[in-house]
């Protein structure tokens, strides 16, 4: 788990709140994916009968493991359905470039769940070991909710985790390798950025800091460097009327048409096209 501080009255004021207008369930978890707080913090009857049964229970765990692996390759909110056709929303917490958390919002069932109707449900559990009397009961109190709320859903927990990170509500350990890595990657942004002047700077032999920062950002150490360097472009893009070839520069890539070409690659548009949706965003606003 990526060492975290968080306020734990004020973050439990902000889920509460959350599920007592919109009667969802809300939590918070980390970078390992392990929930540390919620509201309410228990699941569903629904779910934790469901989860009774050991196959349906592991379904349920690769279902969560796949969101969030989605959510983290992505890096932006997803929403999906379960195996049970129920809906979750998962979105990002990122600092610095860093996904420190995620907020998630579940389970319900929406309009165009192939499990809305228990005659359809039915089926798949008679083939587990399952309390059928009791989901059928659970499964008639729960609203059928439009999946046209979905978009507002996903704007509010989107919202709660910009916030949470703006306001420190939750953060890094700024003794924590993560962030120290950040703050040196840039400070020196400018600069040709290797793993060697990184393990110097941090005293890690090579082979282990591959280890240990794969372990941190999920992916290769150059990689999150190169991500950085992105970010502050798109900021400074977005921000500025600095030339791009400029920007290039500041950012450490002397070669314009190098990046240009990794812009591309990773924002799906070039630096110029990123400026001009950008400027079109402010105006519209």
């Given at each position: ?15 509460f ?31 934790k ?8 229970n ?52 929406s ?51 910009t ?23 840039l ?12 393990c ?60 240009t ?25």
């Open positions: 788990m990526m060492n975290l501080i968080y306020s734990f009255d004020e973050i439990n004021k902000i889920l709140d959350f599920n007592k207008l919109t009667n969802f369930r809300i939590a918070l978890f980390d970078n390992n994916f392990t929930e540390f707080l919620s509201c309410p913090t228990r699941l569903s009857r629904f779910c009968t469901l989860r009774e049964d050991i196959t349906l592991e379904k349920c765990h690769h279902c969560d493991f796949e969101g969030f692996a989605k959510c983290t390759n992505e890096r932006k909110t997803i929403i999906y359905q379960c195996h049970m056709g129920m809906t979750e929303i998962i979105s990002p917490i990122i600092s610095s470039d860093t996904i420190i958390g995620y907020v998630m919002c579940g389970q319900f069932f309009s165009d769940s192939l499990y809305k109707k228990w005659d359809n449900l039915l089926p798949v559990l008679k083939k587990q070991n399952v309390d059928i009397e009791t989901l059928h009961t659970l499964h008639n109190k729960y609203t059928l909710f439009s999946t046209d709320i979905l978009p507002s859903l996903q704007h509010y927990l989107e919202m709660i985790g916030y949470l990170n703006v306001t420190g509500l939750l953060k890094m350990n700024k003794n924590n390798l993560a962030y120290q890595l950040d703050n040196y990657i400070k020196n942004i400018s600069q040709p950025i290797n793993v060697e002047m990184l110097k700077e941090f005293h890690y032999q090579k082979t282990n800091f591959y280890k240990v920062t794969y372990e941190l950002y999920g992916i290769s150490i150059m990689k999150h460097v190169r991500n950085l360097k992105i970010q502050v472009a798109k900021n400074l893009l977005s921000s500025t009327d600095i030339p791009i070839n400029q920007i290039a520069a500041q950012i450490g890539m002397d070669d314009y048409n190098y990046f070409k990794l812009f591309k690659q990773l924002e799906k548009c070039t630096p110029k096209e990123f400026r001009r949706n950008s400027i079109k965003k402010n105006i519209s606003i």
